[in-house]
């Protein structure tokens, strides 16, 4: 089995009953983030199904080790953003690891399209600013 096969049933079991901003079901935002074009290797297509488990899920980084191996474990570890963490120094973190930089300039795609959201906002468009600046910081 692929390791993204394994990282999406772990993270398909381990987001279940999660909703995103929409009230999707979140596993939807992993598949978007999984099949961005961006997304081009089985170890990038694992990043992106685990992206947000340390941070939104019991998962510890010694788990992602232990079942998916070192490299793998520090790109998720370094896509998660610190309690306190100041955006631009956790940004800069992201841009240093390479599988990180590139599932989260994906994920970023996928949060900064309104037209998944049944309303705007003004927190949205502030969202959205914030979201812009930080891709084009990734992307250079």
Known sequence: MLI?????????????????KAGKRYAEHLAFVAAHP?????????VAWLHDSLEDTDLSYRDLVMYFGEELARAV?????????????????????????????ADL???????????????????????RRALEFLSR
């Open 77 to 105: 570890k370094a896509i998660t953003k610190q309690d306190g963490e100041p955006y631009q120094d956790y940004l800069v973190r992201v841009k240093a690891n390479p599988l990180a930089r590139i599932v989260k300039m």
């Open 4 to 20: 993204s096969e394994r990282a999406k049933n772990l993270a398909i079991r381990l987001h279940y009953g999660r909703v995103d």
């Open 109 to 131: 795609s996928h949060n900064m399209n309104l037209d998944r959201l049944p309303e705007i906002t003004e927190k949205d468009r502030q969202r959205l600013i914030k979201y």
């Open 38 to 46: 961006l997304i081009d290797s089985d170890e990038l297509e694992a």
